[in-house]
């Protein structure tokens, strides 16, 4: 075996183990035969391709029906969104308060937006990847440097939209159009932006606000485009699931940058707080619970060819529940211990893990089915693998608490003194195993303790998020994109017809 081979071999760990297997060998031997003689190391371009292939391989994108030809019709979306918003904080927003290194980051993007336009077609991904590299970096470069960062929400949001744009965006060679449609993107997205802006009732003030909410305005409108297209314009009797997919992905960041102010909006002092956070949680975990729900949708049989017992091929079953149930109880064991540990146990905090614990307690003692007199004894549903998931659960909760806190005390990790809020923006964290309990109990069987576990979640988060609704702003429609994806993997499909 040459060197050349063994190089090649190594960067072929990125894929999985069965794909090796049975495809390994042809890779490797057609990358030597086209590798030039005396050639010894892959060259940039090869262990690129090779990464990303497997890393495309173990994360499914290559094997999720529609998935991969989504991120190619979301990648110049999330390309437009990005020129266009980096315009606009840098035009807008940079100006009005102390400088950061965001102007790195946002030269970067527009850079990539003009060598999609003019360059040639190999020299998108690189810049796309430098831009990338940039805006990552920007959190452990700033405190080496006088300049401050820009907010976390916005470098988050970049990132994940520099990731779709990056995956999404081929080598091949594009039509004048496709290669136009970022430039021309971003610039409907910036003079959108500074329209919101200007029609806004609050002027900028520096740092960003309100900045969030008005990029998420025209984020939420290109969300919601999306979702008009992928509704509006079948394919194959059934929405074609490439738009749905594209929908999801440009969504799930979109739910950054959304909300407003919370304390302009508040109706009412004594209800705890449902701020920036809490609405983040919940709109990430509803656009990635309808992913999880598209990525394993088969389309509604027709009465012709129906399962005769009426099941359910994709809905979530006793292990689901049980899942459900485990991520409540560690929630609810890791937001106790936080709170008690920093002495600031609330009756926010107690309340919210009292509705965990009972809604745990409905879904551990749900049954396998209507009517059967059996408890749940799915595999790896037993009593240790719950326990199990119940402690990773609970040690994920209280690393995220500790996390919270430390971004709400300004990056201290100790000797924090605004507890009370602290606690109240920790306790958000249970959006996120309500959330999904919620949509468990609403996708499995009806059965009285599973139906009173949704109903406990999903009230409780309804009692906490309703005071706050106007605050959602731009979430709201985004959102509402992902409950139209989710109705649309409710059309049957429809009979073929033979003629006009």
Known sequence: MTALERRYRRLMLWYPRSYRDSRGDEIVSTLLDLAPPGQR?????????????????????????GLDEGLRRAAPVALALLGGAAAFLWW???????????????????????????????????ALAT????????PAVAPLTPYARPPVWVLMTFSVFGVIALAGTGPWSRDLERRAAPALG?????????????????????YYQPAF???????????????????????????????????LLIALPGAWLGPFDTDTWRATTALPPFGR?????????????????????????????????????????????????????????GLLGFVAGIGAVTGHAVATVL????????????????GTGQRTRAPGSGLVARVREAGLAAVATLAGAYAVGVYSNDWTFGGWTELTRTAGLAVSLAVVPLAFAAYTAYRSARQVPVVAAGLLCAGWLGWLMLPELPAWGPVLPVLAAAGLVRAALSIPAWRGRTGP
């Open 41 to 65: 190391w892959p060259t940039a371009v090869e262990a690129a391709d090779l990464i990303e292939g497997g890393l495309r391989r173990r994360l499914g994108v290559a094997t999720v029906d």
């Open 92 to 126: 807008r927003v940079e100006p009005l308060g102390p400088p950061t290194l965001g102007p790195a980051a946002y030269a970067a993007w527009l850079l990539a937006c003009a060598v999609a336009l003019l360059a040639p077609a190999r020299w998108t991904r690189p």
């Open 131 to 138: 831009a990338l590299a940039v805006t990552m970096t920007l």
């Open 186 to 206: 971003a610039i409907a997205v910036a003079c959108g932006a500074h329209l919101v802006a200007q029609a806004w009732p609050d002027p900028l003030v520096g």
């Open 213 to 247: 909410a008005q990029l998420g305005l025209v984020v939420a409108a290109a969300v919601g485009a999306l979702a008009a297209l992928a509704l509006t314009a079948p394919r194959h009797d059934a929405p074609p699931r490439s738009q749905l997919w594209a929908t």
């Open 277 to 333: 956070l809490a609405q983040v949680l919940l709109g990430t975990t509803l656009v990635l619970l309808t992913m999880a729900r598209l990525r394993t949708h088969r389309p509604r049989r027709t009465p012709a060819n129906a399962d005769p017992s009426g099941a359910s091929a994709t809905a979530p079953g006793p292990q689901a529940r049980g899942v459900a149930a485990a991520m409540l109880a560690g929630c609810a064991v």
């Open 355 to 370: 509705v965990c614990g009972v809604a745990a307690a409905l879904l551990g003692t749900s049954r396998a089915g209507r």
